[in-house]
């Protein structure tokens, strides 16, 4: 079935860069993404990428696309303490199309 | 754009209550699908609706479980009778068809004594 395992935590110090990983199991995701929940709020999409892309930079974030090891990873360079949060890695999953999520990498910041 | 809204934010209740979770989705959004939070557990896929029809329900624990959406702008969760291990953060999330990026709504933090 369909799976996505992401490590569960990741502790960075401020100014440096984090890398979180995920990897899936659906070759055929025509989607994957990356969300971010904060302490107490809903999931929000942080960026997405296409799987005929290998690559999609968005300002400090960087998502690189493996699709032969079904490997994707977000990094998120020059880390601020207000990117500590939880982040979720998603593939469009299924034939109607809906998410399944990893069950989070939680980035804790320390100045 | 307002988001996605639900209600309410919080609710404690005792055992064998019945509980009822709302969602508004973004408009013009087809889709919409409630998602439960636990600690345990993570994030799981309760139920999904397109143009307002479940697609899948595979999710919901159980018969106590019950999800509707009479209409492209509402839907509804419900837990009768609610039994203290229902305790999470229940989510509502649309979708925008053409890239299928999920908006969340804040959630629901249910408490069940």
């Known amino acids: 079935g369909e799976d996505v395992e992401q490590s569960l935590f990741l502790s960075v110090r401020e100014g440096d860069s984090s890398v979180i990983n995920c990897t899936y199991t659906?070759?055929?995701?025509?989607?994957l993404y990356w969300y971010k929940q904060e302490p107490g709020a809903g999931l929000q999409l942080l960026t997405y990428?296409?799987?005929?892309?290998d690559m999609k930079q968005d300002q400090r974030l960087t998502v690189l696309l493996n699709k032969k090891d079904k490997h994707l990873s977000l990094r998120i360079a020059d880390t601020q303490t207000g990117d500590s949060a939880i982040y979720f890695c998603?593939?469009?999953?299924?034939?109607?199309?809906?998410?399944?999520f990893g069950k989070g990498t939680k980035l804790s910041v320390k100045p | 754009d307002a988001g996605v809204i639900q209600s309410p934010r919080h609710e404690v209740t005792e055992m064998g209550q019945e509980v009822t979770l709302r969602c508004k989705p973004i408009?013009?959004?087809?889709?919409l699908f409630w998602y439960r939070q636990t600690m345990m557990r993570g994030l799981e896929l309760l139920i999904y609706?397109?143009?307002?029809?479940?697609?899948?329900d595979s999710g919901m624990p159980e018969d106590r479980f019950s999800a509707k959406m009479p209409n492209a702008s509402f839907s509804t969760l419900k837990i009768q009778p609610s039994e203290p291990r229902d305790s999470a953060v229940y989510f509502c999330a649309s979708r925008r068809a053409a890239t299928g990026e999920l908006f969340f709504g804040e959630g629901s933090r249910l408490t069940v004594l």
């Open positions: 408009s013009g959004h087809n889709s």
């Open positions: 659906d070759s055929s995701s025509t989607y």
């Open positions: 990428i296409f799987s005929n892309m």
């Open positions: 609706f397109n143009n307002n029809v479940p697609i899948d």
């Open positions: 998603a593939e469009m999953g299924g034939s109607q199309g809906n998410l399944i």
